[in-house]
Nanobody
Framework: QVQLVESGGGLVQPGGSLRLSCAGS????????MAWYRQAPGKQRELVAA???????NYADSVKGRFTISRGNVKNTVYLQMNSLKPEDTAVYFC??????????????WGQGTQVTVSS
């Protein structure tokens, strides 16, 4: 079994920063790509940022210049550094990964989500 576990969410004032972490565990052979999505109340889940195994990244226009996605030195981890946070960044943030595991050559896995609230 493969699990993705997020951490680092919370309440922050506008203009503040947060760092989200996601760690994959279980029978993982390799990870092709990892990403962060978010879903605000009443809205569809949207891609925030993604990073491939080679380090290529892409970002939603709404977060470019403020958020940075990176792969960790610890295997199977990904981070999202969020700076200059705005109230419209408030959402549940989900970790996503395309994984080669013991049970499948390529499957998509999701974490359980972590709440980020930007409010004064």
């Amino acid at each position: 079994q493969v699990q993705l576990v997020e951490s680092g969410g919370g309440l922050v004032q506008p203009g503040g920063s947060l760092r989200l972490s996601c760690a994959g565990s279980g029978s993982i052979f390799s990870i092709y790509a990892m990403a962060w999505y978010r879903q605000a109340p009443g809205k569809q889940r949207e891609l925030v940022a993604a990073i491939t195994s080679s380090g290529s990244t892409n970002y939603a226009d709404s977060v470019k210049g403020r958020f940075t996605i990176s792969r960790g030195n610890v295997k199977n981890t990904v981070y999202l550094q969020m700076n200059s946070l705005k109230p419209e960044d408030t959402a549940v943030y989900f970790c996503n990964a395309d994984i080669h595991s013991i049970s499948s050559p390529r499957s998509t896995f999701w974490g359980q989500g972590t709440q980020v609230t930007v409010s004064s």
